[in-house]
T-cell receptor, first 110, second 113 residues
Framework: LAKTTQPISMDSYEGQEVNITCSHN???????ITWYQQFPSQGPRFIIQ???TKVTNEVASLFIPADRKSSTLSLPRVSLSDTAVYYC???????????FGTGTRLLVSP | GAGVSQTPSNKVTEKGKYVELRCDPI?????LYWYRQSLGQGPEFLIY????????DSGLPNDRFFAVRPEGSVSTLKIQRTERGDSAVYLC???????????FGPGTRLTVT
């Protein structure tokens, strides 16, 4: 599975837009990009998945450039409750073993 | 509906003891996964079941670790002769079928003293 690189931590304030970028230079043709969110003392939760261009749902947007070597998770107007660890995963859709890196710890302050 | 539940939520045991961790998946989910998460790290895959059979146990660190799912629903992760390095949060997830979105439980925090 393709290795991913993300910032260790990010800080933001309530109401701001947060963009977390993930590098995955060795992404394979049949790989999808998936983002998970994890709150303290909880298991990870699926946020969004995409293959190319842009995907948007009620929680976030995912931007993937044409070369697919990176992706950006965009969280609009964050609130304190968005403080969590965000993981970028790369793998073929339908893969069973989720491979997590160390994630990005987002801290949202008032 | 009810999500994935795990019991106990916390388990403290002495080095060398045997422990069992239980996972109740979402009703109707045929696939079940176990992960282990150490402090400051992302979850690490251990094993997954499709139905009653272990389809992939490549993540189990050694033969002290074993998992069962005898009726295709509840699963138990068993750790023999626990070591301090086994201390971690053990997460269980389930999905409707293999490859579908995985829903995680809150985990069991295991501390080996």
């Amino acid at each position: 599975l393709a290795k991913t690189t993300q910032p260790i931590s990010m800080d933001s304030y309530e109401g701001q837009e947060v963009n977390i970028t993930c590098s995955h230079n060795n992404i394979a043709t049949n790989d999808y990009i998936t983002w998970y969110q994890q709150f303290p003392s909880q298991g990870p939760r699926f946020i969004i998945q995409g293959y190319k261009t842009k995907v948007t749902n009620e929680v976030a947007s995912l931007f993937i450039p044409a070369d697919r070597k990176s992706s950006t998770l965009s969280l609009p107007r964050v609130s304190l409750s968005d403080t969590a660890v965000y993981y970028c995963l790369v793998g073929a859709t339908g893969f069973q073993k989720l491979v997590f890196g160390t994630g990005t710890r987002l801290l949202v302050s008032p | 509906g009810a999500g994935v539940s795990q019991t106990p939520s916390n388990k403290v045991t002495e080095k060398g003891k045997y422990v069992e961790l239980r996972c109740d998946p979402i009703s109707g989910h045929t696939a079940l996964y176990w992960y282990r998460q150490s402090l400051g790290q992302g979850p690490e895959f251990l094993i997954y079941f499709q139905g009653t059979g272990a389809a992939d146990d490549s993540g189990l660190p050694n033969d002290r670790f074993f998992a069962v799912r005898p009726e295709g629903s509840v699963s138990t992760l068993k750790i023999q002769r626990t070591e301090r390095g086994d201390s971690a949060v053990y997460l269980c997830a389930s999905s409707l079928s293999t490859g579908d979105e995985q829903y995680f439980g809150p985990g069991t925090r295991l501390t080996v003293t």
